[in-house]
């Protein structure tokens, strides 16, 4: 199967609080995710529709027996996730505290966790190759051997040979927990950016990446790494994405916050579909937005991932244009019905 979409890196069980609005030491029930954040994205990419693969390690107990089931009921290949002995499946918790505060506890990830142990022999260069989108993070590149095969993928992969339509997506998602220092994150992404084509993260993890300045300082760094897209998100003031001839700004869906954390993941997965489906990247961007928002509104994150018509129902609702018609239509306005 050559997947529209095949992602590198990060998975986990998200345990996630069934009481809002209170410290973890507070809570009296927790529910279970999928969690991590290319996992997710592959999970919000196959509810667009599209075929999605992960390639990632867990660790070979109950709760990677469970990541592999709730891959499966997502419609995402896990054909390229296996276990690494001895290392347990890592759990990550989260206090709900909306509007603003998501605190992250990582458990199992330190000294080391099993998707940081995928190795550049293990992975099957066609396929990687041969994807549509690949989609690493910057959080791949803290340790080896994830980083030697993160970097080999890159390598195979070459924006220089890509063929028409085909996208290399690098999630800047620097969390520095991970990290020694943003100086070294900074020398492990400037090896991996010349190989992408498209570039994502907030004002602080461009800051990592290349260096503080402006959003649009920062787009144009990235551009002149080599970066074909840049999107840049500007938190209440929405997303900014510039290529070479064009700088859009997508302003913000406003929803009730209920747990800001999957709403990355959301607008990543969404944006694969948006660039798969051809779009004008304005509309790619409103599309993702969309999608973002909703993630916002819920509890969870892969469990929360967006269907087509639930993100053109919002677009609607929004007075927004619909993507893949005349921008004068609407479903406010009865292009859809």
């Known amino acids: 199967m050559t997947h529209e979409l095949l992602t590198i890196g990060r ?17 009296s029930s927790f529910g279970k995710y ?3 954040s290319p996992s997710n994205v592959a999970v ?12 990632t390690r867990t660790g070979d107990d109950p709760f990677g027996a469970y990541l592999h089931g709730e891959l499966g009921k997502f419609g995402v290949d896990d054909s390229f996730v296996s276990p690494v002995q001895g290392l347990q499946t890592p759990a990550t918790f989260c206090a709900i505290q909306p509007p603003h505060d998501f605190p992250l506890y990582f458990y199992g990830r330190f000294p080391t966790a099993p998707d940081l142990q995928i190795k550049a ?11 549509r989108i690949f989609w690493s993070t ?10 030697s095969a993160h970097l080999a993928a890159h390598e195979a992969r070459n924006r220089d040979r890509l063929r028409m339509n085909q996208f290399t997506v690098l999630d800047l998602d620097y969390r520095p927990m991970f990290w020694a220092s943003e100086e070294e994150a900074r020398e492990q992404v400037g090896r991996i950016l010349p190989h992408v084509t498209v570039a994502i993260g907030n004002e602080q993890e461009c800051a990592v990446a ?9 787009a144009d760094r990235l551009l002149a790494a080599g970066v074909q897209i840049a999107v840049v998100k500007l938190g209440p003031e929405g ?6 001839t064009q700088r859009i700004v997508s302003a913000p869906v406003p929803v009730e916050t209920v747990n800001g954390l999957g709403a990355g993941d959301s607008f990543g997965g969404a944006f694969c579909h948006g660039l798969l489906s051809g779009w004008p990247l304005s509309e790619v961007l409103d599309y993702a937005n969309a999608a973002g928002a909703i993630v916002a509104s819920r509890l969870s994150c892969a469990d ?6 639930e993100v053109i129902s919002l677009l609607a609702e929004r007075g927004r244009p619909i993507p893949g018609t005349p921008k004068t239509r609407t479903l406010a306005e009865g292009a859809v019905k």
């Not at 986990?12 to 410290?23: A, E, L, Q, T």
């Not at 022999?121 to 994807?131: G, K, V, Y």
């Not at 997303?239 to 070479?244: E, L, P, S, W």
């Not at 929360?304 to 018509?309: E, L, N, Q, S």
């Open 138 to 147: 910057v959080t791949g590149l803290c340790q080896e051997p994830s980083r």
């Open 44 to 55: 919000a990419a196959a509810r667009h529709g599209r075929r999605a693969g992960v390639i």
């Open 304 to 309: 929360a991932m967006p269907t087509p018509d």
């Open 34 to 36: 999928l969690g991590g």
């Open 121 to 131: 022999e293990e992975l099957d260069l066609d396929a990687i190759r041969d994807a």
């Open 210 to 218: 290349v260096g503080h300045g402006s959003p649009d300082e920062q």
């Open 239 to 244: 997303v900014m994405a510039k290529t070479r």
């Open 11 to 27: 998975i986990s069980v998200d345990i996630y609080p069934n009481d809002v609005g209170v410290g973890l030491e507070d809570v």
